[in-house]
């Protein structure tokens, strides 16, 4: 049990250290992970409905 107290004692004086994002930060973080995700589901639809035609149009 003693370990098991030291090592949460350990997480607790790491957490302490870490510099936590601001609102803003996280904000802006999160737009552009958005807008990321947004623009590969456009590529990819792109891509799959050249490559469906070009299937199609090979398979007549």
Known sequence: ???AGEFLG???AELEKVTWPTRKETYGTT???IVLV???CVY???VDTA???LIRSLLK
Do not use: F, G
Request: hydrophobic share 65%.
């Open 38 to 40: 947004l623009l590969v």
């Open 10 to 12: 350990q997480v607790r």
């Open 31 to 33: 737009i552009v992970v």
């Open 1 to 3: 049990m003693n370990k």
């Open 44 to 46: 990819l639809w792109v």
């Open 51 to 53: 490559l469906s035609t």
